[in-house]
């Protein structure tokens, strides 16, 4: 299988797959500028690695490799960040949340008006 | 429900129509509609987010200002009336204190309000985030949760213990032979959700497929970008 696998979370549909045949740079070409798009509009793109999932930061169309964070476990626990591994989109799968608008329930996120409170009678 | 009855156009109609113009705007995310019980609050990268934050069905393109001349000052959960108290100042002056009641009847017309804002929502929509929530978990989790609504699983990286509810907020724990541990009821909806409903804009299991992929790829993320309710709470929902 050469396909990169995109599952997409979306509110009209559930989710929408994007589809990719990795050897075919047209597709692997889009699939970058779409990637690259939802990662700066603030999607976390996750994929699954081994029994793991980590969390895609960029997207290499030269390699056709998902970008991650890789840290080293041999180092003190400070310093684990900032080393980055590919892993190659083909036949990996992948699921792309949008952007959150964090939940409120209980907590009103919009201007209270005076008829909604109520008050003391005394 | 008045806009669609007057318009003589069904949900059904309308989803489809909004599905398209995502389609064709390429808005990957999809695009919310609005409803009459509850208005929409957004996230701010949405394409549309101007034109649909704060709105309901009865608002829709009208300019949003806040003429009522109160500043929102401080809230708080009272648990022992089960009320949240808002302090409000009017017009820079006086402070002036008044609640919204959350106890049973708020739960209620909470759920009521859900009723509504689930006719914007596709059953096939659901039917294919149920398709892709059997992909991530065990296939004895995933019966659970067709059974009972809810499922668990205990984060590799931090031991921390979470159960994923359909329209609920996550709850994480810490579990041991002995004792189990409250840690927080963790509130997010990718996208946008209805204000002061338990409901996302996404059909619910997409929600807790949201909630399940950030645990595992980013817990710090998932933990930083939630609100986090205590147990007694409305928003735990408990």
């Not at chain 1, 036949?91 to 209270?112: E, H, I, M, Q």
């Amino acid at each position: 299988m050469n396909n990169g696998d995109l599952a997409i979370l979306n509110c009209s549909d559930g989710d929408t797959r994007l589809s990719f045949n990795s050897d075919v740079p047209d597709e692997v070409a889009r699939a970058k500028v779409i990637v690259e798009d939802m990662l700066k509009r603030g999607y976390c793109i996750s994929i699954v690695v081994g029994d793991k999932m980590e969390r895609v930061k960029a997207f290499d169309a030269t390699k056709n490799e998902y970008v991650i964070d890789a840290p080293d476990p041999e180092a003190p626990a400070k310093r684990r960040g900032g080393r980055r591994k590919g892993v190659p989109t083909k036949s990996t799968r992948a699921y792309a949340v949008a952007p959150t608008a964090g939940g409120g329930l209980g907590v009103r996120a919009f201007p209270l008006r005076r008829s909604q409170l109520a008050k003391d009678t005394r | 429900m008045t806009v669609v009855e007057n318009n003589s156009l069904s949900w059904q109609d309308m989803r489809r129509a909004v599905g398209r113009l995502a389609k064709i705007e390429r808005t990957y995310m999809g695009i919310p509609m609005p409803i009459e019980e509850a208005a929409l609050v957004m996230t701010k990268s949405h394409p549309h987010y101007k034109n649909l934050n704060g709105r309901t069905t009865t608002n829709l393109g009208e300019d949003l200002k806040d003429d009522s001349g109160l500043e929102l000052v401080n809230s708080w959960f009272d648990r022992r009336d089960r009320r949240r108290i808002y302090l409000l100042r009017e017009n820079g002056g006086r402070v002036e204190r008044g609640w919204i009641n959350q106890g049973p009847a708020h739960r209620l017309t909470s759920m009521l309000k859900c009723l509504g804002a689930s006719l914007t929502m596709d059953i096939k929509a659901e039917e294919r985030a149920m398709e892709t929530l059997s992909t991530l978990i065990k296939p004895h989790l995933f019966d659970a949760y067709r059974m009972l609504g809810y499922f668990i699983e205990t984060s590799k990286r931090s031991g921390v213990t979470y159960l994923f509810r359909l329209l609920g907020a996550t709850i994480a724990f810490r579990s041991t032979e002995d004792s189990t541990r409250f840690l927080a009821a963790l509130c997010l909806h990718p996208l946008g959700y209805y204000d002061d409903l338990p409901m996302g804009v996404m059909v619910p299991t997409d929600d807790v497929i949201a909630h399940l992929v950030m645990m595992r790829s980013d817990e710090v993320m998932f933990w930083r970008k939630s609100n986090q309710h205590g147990p007694v709470s409305p928003g735990a929902m408990l």
